[in-house]
DNA sequence: GTAGGGTTACTC
DNA sequence: GAGTAACCCTAC
């Protein structure tokens, strides 16, 4: 890495988040390019835009920045349907990745010689079945028992389980991770169901694979449908707020001019000019 | 142009 | 060593 990190500075980001409000998240050209952000933004790349946000959204959730994980980059396209930027405009992504690409849905782990992280921590975590959570350690050892792992796999284990706990997967008691309830029902069930693992066909690992995804997806749609409403009362309070503000300031100008008037009346009074009421009403004095 | 996953530098 | 932020790469 040749150039050193440029830290966003306060001004940055506040102008990212205006950007992202007036123009919405996915929009970071515009952004970028608006020229009431510009002069703040003008270091950044669109890309830039795009990361920090990603970031923010992330701290915002309180899951701390997404996670890093160092596997090999799978050849597989990510063709997962991308989540909706605003839906993480307004809210934490918690649900933002549920419908997550092929590398997180949970194919079985005799599938391959070496299955997805994801997958081998949700294994993980489902032969586990502790009550309150298993540690990482706990998590650690069981897929180093079962999996041939990277040496730092451990930190990625961390990594990982932040992000599954983001997408709702999985969730932290304590120091431990179990998997959340909805998601062990749902998203296993098709995995271990005996007639689906018998059926060994590319076929019918692909309809299990469907099966298992069809909850999550479902979830998904629903979480996603709740962000949006959300985001439209948001936005609708906005709207209101902002007709609040020129009804004031119409008010204000009424205000101002009636004060004007009072003023110039006052003073003809002053002077002993008597003025009918028809001349104040039209203001013909 | 954007999203998402990966990599690396930095901080504690 | 682990977590996080910033940057990079690639697919779409």
Known sequence: ???PKQKWTSEEEEALRRGVLKHGAGKWRTIQKDPEF???LSSRSNI???DKWRNLSFSAS???SRDKLRVPRPKAPSSSPSPSPQLLLLSAPNNVAEASPPEDCEKSPQDDKTPSPNS???EALDELKEPNGSEVAT???FIEQRH???PNFRRLLCAKLRRLIGVNKVEKIDKSYKLTDSYAKRALAPMKDPSLKKKDSAKSSKAAKGLGQLSPALDAAEAAAMKVADAEAKSHLANEHMMEVERIGKMAEETESLLELASELYERCSRGEALTILQV???EF
Request: contains cysteine.
């Open 62 to 64: 309180g899951l701390g």
């Open 48 to 50: 830039d835009l795009k």
């Open 281 to 283: 009403a039209h203001r």
């Open 1 to 3: 890495m040749g150039a």
């Open 139 to 141: 998590i650690c050892n």
């Open 38 to 40: 510009s002069p703040v």
């Open 120 to 122: 081998m921590i949700l």
């Open 148 to 150: 041939e792992v990277q």
